[in-house]
RNA sequence: GUUCGGGUUCGGGUGGUCGCUGCGGCGGGGGCUUGCGCCCUGCGCCGUAGAGGAAAGUCCGGACAUCACAAGGCAACGCGCCUCGCGAAAGCGGGGGGGCGACGGGUCAAUCCCGCCGCAACGGAAAGCGCCACAGAAAACAAACCGCCCGGAUCUCCCGGGUAAGGGUGAAAUGGUGGGGUAAGAGCCCACCGCCCCGAAGGCAACAACGGGGGCACGGCAAGCCCCGCGUGAUGCAAGACAAACAGGGGGAAGGUCGCCUGCCUGCCCACACUCCCCCGGGUACUAGUUGCACCCCGCUCUGCGCGGGGCACGCGAAAGCGUGAGAAAAAUGACCACACAGUCCGAAAGGACGGACAGAAUCCGGCUUACAGAACCCGAACGGCG
RNA sequence: GUCCGGAUCGUCUAGAGGCCUAGGACUCUCGCCUUUCACGCGGGCAACACGGGUUCGAAUCCCGUUCCGGAUG
């Protein structure tokens, strides 16, 4: 899938509202949540639209942005599967810091197996 | 050839698939227009460009911008041997001078001299103030604890005087060695060395061969205050410029006062409400607007960052010349695969495994400092081999 | 991004070149007191962020590094 600019969550608002009304699931190297899109929202659900916190502790600027790419890299390559309207914020732990790529292709993968089974037990929160 | 030290350059390569951001073209969508057409775009395709030598720390210096305009003084801060070169400046480099430290040698010995190596923020301590703990008799300007010598005495012990050679303390103690001299001593006198002053060959200069004079005083710290010389207005692109909408109201300040080059003063200028401060209220398009801002200037122009010319920087090259010029904005420069090339580990070998140093642009440029695997080249030193 | 400031026991701090082998309070710990606990009394452990330089001598002065914090739309 794409993920151009369009795609990417910015402002400290947004981030807050998943944090404060989305399911969260804990994995190795990440803490996903994700929340439906607020209706307040102007643009339409045609698209998910997608965060990434790589915090200081996470290591120096080079690696942070390593890894923040790589993470691009695995939202582009299996990111559909979170499906369309969504707002996805994904958290790196201290514990990714330097690990490579299928690693956290693996994580990811069973992260989002346990996401959709989450997803189906909850019942839809409301807005 | 090996090791060590210093310097310069480079600091991962090639190809493929998919992806991101800027720009351009074509198309799509939207808006305005009767229309030609113009504008916008959070869309698609194609083309093109896309992290560093330190991008880092933010330690210096500039460009640029604002503070209405320019000026002087004080304060504050920075720099500080001489000379040459580069540079806008900061700074960097070459050479030299004196100083300090280690080593070796000279010498009876030394704080002295010579050689060699290394080091440094290296103006001034006879302009002034301050400090120099402990120890020591005494710590900065004069003094004398133990001693030594002379004289006296109530004669081991005390008193007066002379002395600064010896002892001990200290980071630092009133020039050093030798000789003469003396009651004992002392630059008291002499020789050599050192020091200070004057002159001076030489040197662009810092400095100084050498000569004369002086018995010799002037301890250290200025990365303590300070003095001398030179320099600096302040604030920083979140500086600033442009654009939309709206609605203003109330209170206060001072009459030579507010403001002003924003540490203080003077001077000058402007205003006398159109100033400044406070409070209440209103507006705010854009996912925090556009620009500054991404080589620059000029010309042509089919209006396309297109062409031409000139200039700047960097790279390659012997030269002529050729090539290159990031520009994001919750912030692009990536992921994977293959092949060679370094590196580490295991192994006798074949081979196998691991796996790319330090590190990410944010207005730009020049320096400084700090981090750093490895490669190439050059210079110097030591050791060894061959001729 | 730009511009500033700071670092001392586990915590809060004192310190302005020698009195510092760094003081105080709380904490911790040992003992005394008490039938026991608390309070109180006495003792102990425990720090100058790191690396250089100036100086006879540095927590203090200077330079660099590391870490932490603040202001600014």
Redesign the pocket.
């Known amino acids: 899938m794409?993920?151009?600019?369009?795609h990417?969550?910015?402002?400290?608002?947004?981030?807050a509202y998943v944090r404060n009304r989305g399911l969260s699931c804990v994995g190795r190297y990440f803490v996903l949540t994700t929340a439906p899109i607020p209706p307040t929202?102007?643009?339409g659900p045609a698209f998910s639209r997608f965060?990434?916190i790589v915090t200081?502790r996470v290591g120096?600027?080079?690696?942070r942005?390593?890894m923040?790419?790589?993470v691009?890299?695995l939202l582009?390559a299996h990111g559909e599967s979170l499906g369309k309207g969504r707002y996805v914020v994904i958290l790196l732990r201290q514990a990714a810091a330097g690990a490579?790529?299928?690693a956290l292709r693996e994580d990811f993968s069973s992260l989002l197996a346990r996401h959709a089974k989450q997803e189906q037990h909850a019942p839809q929160t409301s807005c």
Do not use: M, S, Y
Not at 2 to 6: A, G, I, S, T, V
Not at 8 to 15: M, P, S
């Open positions: 794409q993920l151009q600019r369009r990417t969550l910015k402002r400290a608002q947004e981030f929202c102007a643009a965060g990434i200081k120096c600027a080079v690696l942005n390593t923040r790419r790589r691009r890299e582009r490579d790529f299928p």
